[in-house]
């Protein structure tokens, strides 16, 4: 089942018209532009996400509509969207380990590890060789549930101390994946869909 996964076109709806104070207010109805073009809506996916002709703000952009197709708890978009700018650069620099990534990116203010992991999926960061995975509230709740067995290494894992965690998540989630010839995106996105259902 988890082979069978078409994660690259796992996709989201989302409303040109919800969000278009958000970039008017933030000054960036260019960015809007670039991802909307004029439709009314549009259905992000993770290839488009990952595609190389986007640019930085365009890709930190779609990615946070992507993960919040109606907004951030607190209007948090809102923020996030006047400092896109810090955001895709930090999103974009390479070459760091992951505790000055996430810290690099949480000094901005009001980004957590659901958001600081989909900015490190989408802009196909690495750490310790291991790509960046999606780490939210639904995983940490399937990592902590315990129903997993081949997880157990990360049963005590919360929002709080996920970040600490983090590069442990990809190391045993890629382990995983090559046992069962899969891919750790794939498994990633079977734990956010499946995870709890069985």
């Given at each position: 089942?988890?082979?069978?996964?078409?994660?690259?076109e796992h996709s989201v709806e989302v409303e040109a018209d919800f969000w278009l104070p958000f970039f008017a207010h933030a000054q960036r109805l260019p960015i809007h532009e670039a991802i909307f073009a004029g439709r009314p809506t549009v259905r992000i996916s993770r290839s488009w996400l990952r595609s190389e002709n986007l640019n930085s703000e365009v890709r930190a952009a779609a990615t946070i509509l992507w993960g919040y197709p109606k907004g951030a708890r607190g209007a948090r978009h809102s923020h996030w969207l006047a400092n896109l700018a810090q955001i895709a650069e930090a999103a974009d620099t390479r070459d760091l380990c992951w505790a000055d990534y996430y810290q690099k990116l949480h000094a901005i203010g009001e980004l957590g590890i659901p958001t600081i992991s989909?900015?490190?999926y989408c802009f196909s960061q690495k750490f310790q060789g291991h790509p960046a995975?999606?780490?939210d509230q639904r995983i940490?709740?399937?990592?902590?549930s315990g129903r997993w067995s081949d997880l157990v290494g990360l049963h005590n894992i919360n929002y709080v101390t996920a970040s600490a965690h983090y590069v442990d998540y990809l190391a045993l989630l890629a382990g995983i994946a090559v046992l069962g010839s899969f891919s750790s995106e794939q498994l990633e996105f079977f734990l956010f869909t499946h995870g709890n259902s069985f």
């Open positions: 089942m988890i082979q069978a996964l078409p994660v690259t989909k900015l490190a995975l999606i780490l940490l709740a399937v990592l902590s």
